[in-house]
């Protein structure tokens, strides 16, 4: 397994940054409404082809089974997946100031790309959120093998329990592969991901979208507030933060200066040795892209 880079960046609106530094918290979406809708379809593309190849390697009754298997998972619209725990996603990358990601994540008004230092947190605050962290896979041939590896097993249940191809079990299983497989032309991004565990719609939250009321789980950044804490106004430390690059803007100076500025209302800082007292703080950067209108796009 990899291990987790020294920095990744998210890209979010100003919005998305003011709700992340105030919360201690951060937002993944549900899968089936990311910004690119097309990402589930990638996966699916891929396992449709793998099916296929084995038809002539497995038995006809084990084909059809994991060929109507295939089949109902296409049907993720229909009543059926409503049975289907959601799967819900947080993305980060390893490139700090990159065109593509300022375009796709970052409206007109200006963005940022906020580097988090996650080795900073408590090794399983996010575990214990049932969140994991992968690395997106952008190889097809390892893209492959993970889908055939994922079919074998759907046979395997098949053949001890005769298990039904609608399969709630087996569908959450696809799901949480699903977001680790993008589309190799969007490598250079260099992504990873949180992508939580199965979760019940019941427990997730639900924002305001383009066009739909979109899902998404809340994902804690600092250690719960010990409520035995009397001033309720005195936020968890959040150190995470090692670096927060201003997207491209009319106006750098000026959101330079209120960035600042909120950095240090709000205490966010990069370390602190309690011994001398000495205060390292979050550095903030500019984007060296050249401003110009970037146009139609949302927050992660």
């Not at 008004?109 to 214990?128: A, R, V």
């Not at 079990?169 to 032309?185: G, I, M, N, V, Y």
């Not at 960035?259 to 205490?267: D, V």
Request: with cysteine.
């Amino acid at each position: 397994m990899d291990s987790l880079p020294n920095i990744l960046y998210h890209y979010t609106s100003q919005a998305g940054l003011l709700g992340i530094i105030q919360t201690r918290e951060i937002w993944a979406t549900n899968l089936l409404f990311l910004n690119d809708s097309m990402e589930l379809n990638y996966a699916l593309q891929i396992l449709h082809k793998e099916i296929k190849n084995l038809e002539k390697s497995v038995s006809p009754e084990e084909f059809g089974f994991v060929n109507e298997f295939g089949e109902n998972l296409d049907t993720v619209n229909a009543p059926l997946s409503q049975n289907v725990a959601g799967i819900y996603v947080c993305s980060f990358s390893k490139t700090r100031d990159q065109l593509s990601q300022w375009i796709g994540y970052c409206p007109d008004e200006g963005g940022f790309s906020i580097g988090f230092d996650f080795n900073l947190l408590p090794p399983n605050l996010f575990k214990d959120q049932g969140f994991a962290f992968v690395k997106c896979i952008y190889d097809e041939k390892e893209q492959s093998g993970m889908i055939v590896k994922f079919l074998n097993t759907v046979i395997e249940a098949y053949c001890k329990n005769g298990v039904d191809p609608a399969n709630t079990k087996r569908w959450e299983d696809f799901f949480s592969l699903a977001p680790q497989l993008k589309h190799p032309k969007f490598e250079d991004e260099q992504e990873w991901r949180l992508i939580s565990k199965p979760t019940p719609i019941e427990d997730a939250e639900f924002r305001i979208g383009k066009s739909m009321l979109v899902p998404y789980l809340k994902i804690r950044l600092a250690e719960a507030q010990d409520k035995s804490i009397e001033n309720k106004d005195i936020k968890k430390p959040l150190c995470c933060i090692s670096e927060i690059y201003i997207g491209p803007t009319t106006h750098p100076n000026l959101s330079n200066i209120s960035l600042e500025n909120l950095l240090s209302k709000e205490g966010i800082i990069k370390s602190i040795d309690c011994d001398s007292g000495t205060v390292q703080k979050c550095e903030i950067k500019k984007s060296e892209i050249p401003y110009r209108p970037l146009g139609r796009f949302a927050s992660r």
